[in-house]
């Protein structure tokens, strides 16, 4: 990095590739600086277990590893992380943690920058490890919060020392359907709030039910029961997964739920990775399949779901084709939700503009409705010019300095995140990517 930093070669730190929104750009200019080359730094050799304190339920891993590999390593010492972004067979302990991933057990056990103890940092300027030593401190601000989240654009995160737990004995689960999402949101809400403690908890709207996205069974191959498919699984011992599943049961059955039964939820395990492969198809088939994702309160969720499908509505039919818009939550909080949207519509001239359009429309949208421009898939270039309505011009400015600290050069990840101190040029660098 010091090399890099003397030479003016970009570095973007590249760990299983997963990012859909343009964190990965090997861009050679950013904001008027001019950079002699751009290098993928591969992560693949920090791929380690370099330490396991079963007895506090502490292990330190590689941020090079796999999700799968992680998983499989700590399996040899009785435990797991139990992380399962869509992107797991790809991604990356430093991946999860330097976007802020929340994988989908995190009603369970949380979203990963919530498993995280400590971590080290190789900056241009130097090698920090941040993070206590104890479980908790009130020595100042937690300087992780600065790395994760940080998407390579400050340094390269070679090893994370996270929270992990013993493997479960069990996994129950059971399928219900909704007359309609409000009821189906309002049941969420009321689990959460309670503290039923579910490990899984996901809401399909109509649309996402009906087509079998939520299952992950091909579109079309299985008939839904009608209404909104919710997905609930309970991990641990016999004893503590049967008492939360039954008390998570009463109280969706009270709050209109109908089981369909264990079916639909096992189908959901099973094929809850092939998406990605299923948009693949679509793409090469002429249809334009995109994602993107949001969060907001719980008393907000009705006004944004809307006014998401009308952004993406309006501005996809500009382009000459009508939509298929599903939502699902599939992240619950005491306070709100995420919103995880899925587009389908035809491809018309350039699906790259076609879909940058909309997508600008949407994101606009988000920040005028009371929702984050992205819940856990970073911000990449793709969010980066919605920066200053996310955060401000001074939480933009506080960012900048951090990089200027630790990245004088501005050569770490260019285009992602937040444009360097001092570059000139607009926030955004080249909009949004496909």
Request: contains cysteine; negative net charge; charged residues 15%.
């Amino acid at each position: 990095l010091q090399y890099c930093t003397e030479h003016s070669i970009a570095v973007v730190p590249f760990g299983g590739g997963t990012s859909v929104v343009g964190g990965l750009t090997p861009f050679r200019e950013d904001g008027g600086r001019d950079y002699a080359g751009v290098v993928s730094l591969d992560l693949a050799r920090f791929d380690t277990v370099s330490d396991v304190d079963a007895v506090s339920g502490l292990a330190t891993l590689g941020a090079g590893l796999s999700g799968p590999a992680a998983e499989l390593a700590l399996t040899d010492h009785g435990l797991q992380i139990g992380h399962y972004p869509q992107s797991f067979p790809y991604a990356t302990i430093g991946g999860y943690a330097v976007t802020r991933s929340s994988g989908q057990n995190s009603a369970g056990y949380g979203r990963f920058d919530d498993m995280v103890r400590e971590l080290t940092l190789v900056t241009p300027s130097g090698i920090m490890t941040v993070g206590q030593a104890s479980p908790a401190s009130a020595a100042g601000p937690d300087l992780r919060e600065l790395v994760m989240g940080s998407e390579g654009a400050f340094g390269v995160v070679t090893s994370v020392r996270l929270r992990v737990h013993p493997v479960p004995q069990v996994k129950r689960y059971e399928a219900f359907t909704f007359p309609d999402f409000a009821t189906g949101a309002a049941a969420l809400r009321a689990v959460k709030q309670t503290g039923t403690g579910p490990t899984v908890i996901r809401l399909s709207d109509e649309i996402e039910s009906s087509v079998n996205l939520s299952s992950g069974d091909k579109v079309g191959e299985t008939q839904s029961p009608p209404g909104c498919m919710c997905i609930t699984l309970f991990e641990g011992t016999p004893e503590h997964a049967s008492s939360r599943h039954e008390e998570t049961r009463n109280l969706l059955l009270a709050h209109g739920a109908t089981s369909v039964g264990e079916d639909p939820a096992r189908h959901w395990e099973q094929g809850r990775f092939n998406a990605p492969v299923l948009r693949d198809s679509l793409l090469d088939a002429g249809a334009l399949c995109e994602t993107l994702e949001t969060a907001t309160d719980w008393a907000n969720v009705p006004r944004l779901k809307k006014a998401v499908g009308d952004a993406l509505a309006s501005s996809l039919n500009k382009s000459g084709t009508m939509a298929l818009i599903m939502c699902h939550i599939s992240h619950v909080y005491a306070e709100g939700c995420s919103l995880y949207f899925t587009i389908v519509a035809a491809q018309q001239g350039d699906p790259v503009a076609q879909w940058r359009a909309a997508k600008t429309a949407v994101t606009r949208a988000l920040t005028e409705n009371g929702g984050t421009v992205t819940h856990h898939h970073a911000v990449g270039n793709d969010h980066r010019p919605f920066m200053d309505a996310e955060i401000g011009e001074l939480g933009v400015a506080v960012l900048q300095a951090v990089k200027a600290k630790l990245d004088p050069a501005g050569i770490m990840n260019p285009g992602t995140l937040v444009e360097a101190a001092g570059a000139g040029g607009a926030s955004g660098a080249a909009g949004v990517s496909s």
